[in-house]
Structures are given as structure tokens and as C-alpha cells.
């Protein structure tokens, strides 16, 4: 059974930076796709960045210039790193496979004012 793990959430000022990552276990060939997806208080789930297995990136246009998504294939792990935060930001940040039901847990990211 695969099984996606996040970490590195936390409470940080706004302005500051936090890093998150996910690392897929368990057995597989490859995973593709992967992307981080936030759900902020109250709000619906909203994708934040994608990356393939190439190394393509796609961002919200909300993040855009300040979250880095990059991954390692060696180690199976996507990382999200989010510069500049801002109180919005704050919600659970989640990674996916894109295009299967494979989630983690979620990382809570709280930014304060």
C-alpha cells in the first residue's frame, strides 16, 4: 500500500518561510505527477503548485514567486518551499498524486499577522 507522509508545517510570522515536504513509502514503480493542494478555514481544498516527473512546475497565481515546488525521484519525496507567507496562506497543506485518490495526512501552515 503507498502511503503519502507531509511534514514541516508550523507557525511562522508573516513574511517568513516555512519548507514542506512529502515523501511517498511503501511499494510502487514511479509516481508522476504530484501537486500540493491547500484548504484554508472555511474555505474548498485549491491546488497550489504542480510538478511532473520531468521536473515541469505550474503555480497559483496566488503563490506565484514566492512557493518553490521541487522533488527528488531517488528519494520519492516533493517539497514545497513558501517564502514571504502571508496570513492567507495559512491553511492544511495536503500533496497528491495527481490523478488518484493517494493523499497525505496534511501539514497545518499557520501564518500570523
Known amino acids: 500500500q503507498v502511503q503519502l507522509v507531509e511534514s514541516g508545517g508550523g507557525l511562522v510570522q508573516a513574511g517568513g518561510s516555512l519548507s514542506l515536504s512529502c515523501v511517498a513509502s511503501g511499494r510502487f514503480k514511479s509516481i508522476n505527477a504530484m501537486g500540493w493542494y491547500r484548504q484554508g478555514p472555511g474555505k474548498q481544498r485549491e491546488l497550489v503548485a504542480t510538478?511532473?516527473?520531468?521536473?515541469?512546475?505550474n503555480y497559483a497565481d496566488s503563490v506565484k514567486g514566492r512557493f518553490t515546488i521541487s522533488r527528488d525521484n531517488a528519494k520519492n519525496r516533493v517539497y514545497l518551499q513558501m517564502n514571504s507567507l502571508k496570513p492567507e496562506d495559512t491553511a492544511v497543506y495536503y500533496c497528491?498524486?495527481?490523478?488518484?485518490?493517494?493523499w497525505g495526512q496534511g501539514t497545518q501552515v499557520t501564518v500570523s499577522s
Open positions: 510538478i511532473t516527473s520531468a521536473g515541469s512546475t
Open positions: 497528491n498524486a495527481l490523478g488518484t485518490s493517494l
